[in-house]
């Protein structure tokens, strides 16, 4: 077993607002192993986004990594805590796109209006590398290259809003991958793209992933994305990561009741016309509002009452390396749940 | 007319769906590029150009593509909420005459718009945020005569109630709901005047999956209930399975193929259908790197210079010399009508290849 490249524990971001706590992240377990691709997915709201840039320390105030470990291991072969350090001192900004790099999902608002592509990668290769000018140009062009950018020697001089959504999504990931991370995060990259340009960004991805070896956390709502590009999946519910699997066990084999309605809410090609969706009932809950015991319990099918709604549950690992939080998985409550229905 | 003519006898449904409801015949919404201070025209952005499609009673038609081909212009053009430039668009009632909607008057274009309602992609902007939700469901029905005083209190409670939120919530503000919720205020409004066609411009877009799962039946419940038809405006092609008996597919401002749903999804006719199938993620993990994917290469054609002959040309691996000089016409090809040079003879693959 290689050694992890990101290992995080009971990760907790909360923002206070006007004396109540929102539990954004609530308690995140997840492992990312160098070149693999990890897919964080759940509905809106459920902390994806939070959970992503807490591993960066960029999370808006007045929100605030308040506990749990980000263990980084560096090219170094030195371990740091994320969670531990000062999110504006030196350390982590020696990380930031360098060995961590971050794309997000609308490329207009997370690049510069006012600097040409080429002078945004420029800057971020000469913050990072010890390169002339002219050496941190040259390798901006072979980045833009590398992702597929038509004529990157002009397009260097493009301000964004001369490029198209995909082509500015390229941009972002070049500039992204200027300083070869060892880390991707995605936070929903294609999600504002027409499904002809997601599929070649996702193949972009997959392609650079191959070629440099680099591990990928990517975000994202649509588990036709995470059928195509994951290796292994969690699957996110109100702050809490539910079920961590690998992918042909979370599309085959999900335990989690949540996953279950997830997957069958999806239309997928190959529908009959008319055929029926199975939807989860209700919504996510409102985060100020958070039910007791398992949160999911108010639209859980498979919900036991007096116990769903009272225990909160553990994290439980399955003999097949499944993990997840839920009171039909826990092996000693299993044998007393029947009795415990009676009741 | 010949050409509509032809698409009307290609649907084997009830005698009820071959009944036209919406008629569009050569379609056109261009837009004037102006330059300099005396706002010269310099140019035209053909974002709908010259399309034909019939709209049957009590179908749902789908309307596809990327981003930038016309299909949202298209549903506004239906209800003059953009200006048609050229064509002729026909409404015809359950009980009544044919309504020119291009030529009709402030009191019949009050009543198309009665008649034929829209449902908007973002709730959140498609909801008046200083208005309690009561006021916003409730505008048509004053607008339209339809209720008066307390009797429209009582119509939006129960139309609240049909969509599946509560009737207290009636003096709320759009703010104090989900996105979910908003879309079923934005559906609620749009059916309490009681209309018989609705089009719904990327209404579930938007959404999350399990609340998109829930709005998708919904809507097909209403559309039993209240006897409805649906032009449904999407991207997501497997939802626009889902839902819809019949699609067409737009590129560049143009209608390149429309037939019925399970034949275009199974054996689509043209290149560029294909390549939309194709690049659908599909939600199974085994079957990735399996089949031929195809992958269109370069951008989405701009509308203000469109390509010569065949607008998909320089992004189709079929295309030939004469796709380059030679634009194709829609024309009728097994099921479907396809506006390709090549439609017979290509064998292009459909999504019945790797559904399991």
Redo the contacts between chains.
């Keep these: 077993m290689t050694q992890p490249l990101l290992e995080i524990s009971g990760l907790k971001t909360h923002f206070g607002v006007g004396g109540t706590t929102i539990r954004a992240v609530d308690g995140v377990d997840l492992v990312v192993n160098p070149g693999e691709t990890v897919c964080l997915v759940g509905e809106s709201g459920c902390g994806k986004s939070m959970m992503a840039r807490s591993i960066l320390r960029i999370v808006p105030p007045p929100g605030q990594v308040t506990a749990g470990q980000i263990n980084l291991h560096r090219q170094s072969g030195k371990v740091v805590d994320l969670a531990a350090l000062d999110p504006k001192g030196a350390e982590i900004r020696s990380i930031r796109g360098r060995e961590v790099a971050m794309i997000f999902q609308e490329p207009m608002t997370a690049l510069g209006p006012v600097q040409t592509i080429g002078s945004q990668i420029t800057d971020a290769i000469q913050l990072h590398l010890k390169v002339s000018r002219k050496e941190a140009r040259n390798q901006a062009i072979e980045v833009l290259t590398r992702v597929g950018m038509p004529r990157p020697e002009q397009r260097l001089e493009a301000y964004p809003f001369q490029l198209s959504g995909g082509m500015r999504q390229r941009a972002m990931i070049a500039l992204a991958l200027s300083c070869q991370p060892r880390l991707l995060i995605a936070d929903e990259p294609t999600t504002a793209l027409d499904v002809t340009t997601q599929a070649v960004i996702l193949d972009l991805i997959r392609d650079l992933q191959a070629e440099m070896g680099m591990a990928v956390l990517f975000i994202t709502h649509d588990l036709g994305v995470v059928a195509e590009i994951a290796d292994s999946v969690a699957v996110m519910y109100l702050g809490r990561v539910v079920e961590r699997a690998a992918v042909d066990d979370i599309f085959h084999n999900a335990r989690h009741p949540y996953t279950r309605g997830l997957l069958r809410s999806i239309p997928r090609l190959g529908i009959r016309v008319g055929e029926e969706l199975d939807t989860i009932e209700g919504m996510v809950p409102n985060p100020f509002n958070r039910p007791s015991g398992c949160s999911f319990h108010p639209r859980c099918v498979e919900m036991i009452p007096g116990r769903c709604d009272r225990v909160d549950p553990s994290r439980t690992r399955l003999p097949d390396g499944t993990e997840v939080r839920c009171l039909l998985h826990e092996p000693h409550r299993q044998e007393t749940a029947p009795a415990g229905a009676l009741q | 007319m010949t050409l509509v003519a032809k698409q009307g006898i290609r649907r084997s449904g009830s005698s009820d769906r071959r009944t036209p409801i919406y008629t569009v015949e050569g379609l056109r919404v261009h837009f004037p590029i102006t330059r300099g201070v005396m706002r010269r025209i310099v140019g035209q952005v053909k974002a709908v150009d010259d399309i034909s499609f019939i709209v049957y009673r009590g179908e749902t038609l789908g309307l596809v593509g ?2 930038g081909c016309g299909k949202t212009t298209t549903g506004r053009a239906l209800l003059r909420i953009v200006e048609p430039t050229g064509g002729r668009i026909t409404y015809t009632p359950p009980d009544g005459d044919p309504i020119n909607v291009r030529t009709a008057g402030r009191d019949e274009l009050k009543a198309v718009r009665r008649a034929a309602r829209m449902v908007f992609q973002d709730p959140n902007s498609s909801l008046n945020p200083r208005l309690p939700v009561g006021e916003i469901i409730g505008e048509g029905l004053h607008y339209h005569g339809i209720a008066r005083g307390a009797e429209i209190e009582d119509r939006v409670a129960d139309m609240l109630r049909r969509v599946g939120l509560r009737p207290e919530y009636i003096r709320r503000y759009p703010h104090a709901f ?4 908003r879309q079923r205020i934005g559906i609620a409004r749009a059916l309490a005047v009681n209309p018989n066609f609705v089009i719904c411009d990327e209404a579930v877009s938007a959404l ?7 709005i ?2 919904l809507l ?1 419940e209403l559309k039993d209930e209240f006897d409805l038809t649906y032009l449904f405006v999407g ?5 626009i ?5 019949r699609v067409a597919v737009m590129y560049a401002g143009k209608l390149v193929e429309i037939g019925p ?2 034949s275009i ?1 199974a054996t689509p006719r043209h290149p560029y259908t294909e ?14 790197g399996t089949g031929e ?1 195809v ?2 290469a370069g ?2 054609a701009d509308v203000s210079n469109l390509p010569s002959g065949c607008a998909f040309h320089p992004r189709c691996r079929y295309a030939t010399e004469r796709c380059k000089t030679e634009t194709p016409q829609l024309r009728p090809v097994g099921e479907q009508m396809v506006a390709c040079h090549f439609a017979d003879s290509l064998t292009l693959k459909g ?2 290849s ?3």
């Design positions: 990327e981003s989900s996105g979910g919720e999350d999956v399990s609340v998109q799962a829930q998708l039946r097909r991207h997501d092609l497997a939802v399975q889902h839902i819809c008996d749903t399970q999804f390549a939309l199938l194709s690049a659908v993620p599909r939600p199974d993990p085994r079957v990735r994917r992958r269109l951008e989405v999504v019945g790797y559904a399991a």
